[in-house]
Nanobody, 126 residues
Framework: QVELVESGGGLVQAGGSLRLSCAAS????????MGWFRQAPGKEREFVSA????????VYADSVKGRFTISRDNAKNTVYLQMNSLKPEDTAVYYC???????????????????WGQGTQVTVSS
């Protein structure tokens, strides 16, 4: 069992930055792929970014590529999402997720993840 707690959300003006953190319980954090998803009001949850268990590979949605950076610190059981050049359309609840790696797993899909955090609100004003 893994418990995930997100933090770092808030209100920021367009063009600003935020850094989200996701702290995981347990001693097996390093074996999980980690992902960030977001859900805006009235919309489906969508993939934002993922980092594989070793930290050697990252994936981004086209909408955030070049603006967001995912990273992880396995010693601290924490995954981060640095968000720069924020836009109003980035406004959403951001969720952290942990998934057990498997062959051909598609880290862009929510079904690749076994555990989810409660989410943190990010609001970008224009």
């Amino acid at each position: 069992q893994v418990e995930l707690v997100e933090s770092g959300g808030g209100l920021v003006q367009a063009g600003g930055s935020l850094r989200l953190s996701c702290a995981a319980s347990g001693r097996t954090f390093s074996v999980y792929n980690m992902g960030w998803f977001r859900q805006a009001p009235g919309k489906e949850r969508e993939f934002v970014s993922a980092i594989i268990w070793s930290g050697g590979s990252t994936v981004y949605a086209d909408s955030v590529k070049g603006r967001f950076t995912i990273s992880r610190d396995n010693a601290k059981n924490t995954v981060y999402l640095q968000m720069n050049s924020l836009k109003p359309e980035d406004t959403a609840v951001y969720y952290c997720a942990a998934g057990v790696p498997s062959l051909n797993v598609e880290v862009r899909k929510s079904y690749a993840y076994n555990y989810w955090g409660q989410g943190t609100q990010v609001t970008v004003s224009s």
